[in-house]
Nanobody, 120 residues
Framework: QVQLVESGGGLVQPGGSLRLSCAASGSIFSIVDMGWYRQAPGKQRELVAS???????NYADSVKGRFTISRDNAKNAVYLQMNSLKPEDPAVYYC??????????????WGQGTQVTVSS
């Protein structure tokens, strides 16, 4: 199994910044994709940003130019730098990883979520 632990959420004013961190641990053979999703009350969980092991990135249109995803493969970690936060950004942000625990067993793993609140 793979465990993901997020940190860095909190309260920030509109226009402010936050940096989320997520570290993976456990029986990791290799991590293919790591990313961030978010879920606001009454809404479906949506992709915010992802980055694969080759360095390719994918962003939701709503965060392009404001959020930046990065990975530290040596630490099995992923980060989300969120700038220019808007009132529509508050949600629980979840770390996600697609990982192999051995040469053939792949799984989709989730963190417990971290709350991001944007309010003046």
């Amino acid at each position: 199994q793979v465990q993901l632990v997020e940190s860095g959420g909190g309260l920030v004013q509109p226009g402010g910044s936050l940096r989320l961190s997520c570290a993976a641990s456990g029986s990791i053979f290799s991590i293919v994709d790591m990313g961030w999703y978010r879920q606001a009350p009454g809404k479906q969980r949506e992709l915010v940003a992802s980055k694969n092991s080759g360095g390719g990135t994918n962003y939701a249109d709503s965060v392009k130019g404001r959020f930046t995803i990065s990975r530290d493969n040596a630490k099995n970690a992923v980060y989300l730098q969120m700038n220019s936060l808007k009132p529509e950004d508050p949600a629980v942000y979840y770390c996600n990883a697609g990982a192999y625990t051995d040469y053939r067993n792949w799984g989709d793993y989730w963190g417990q979520g971290t709350q991001v609140t944007v309010s003046s």
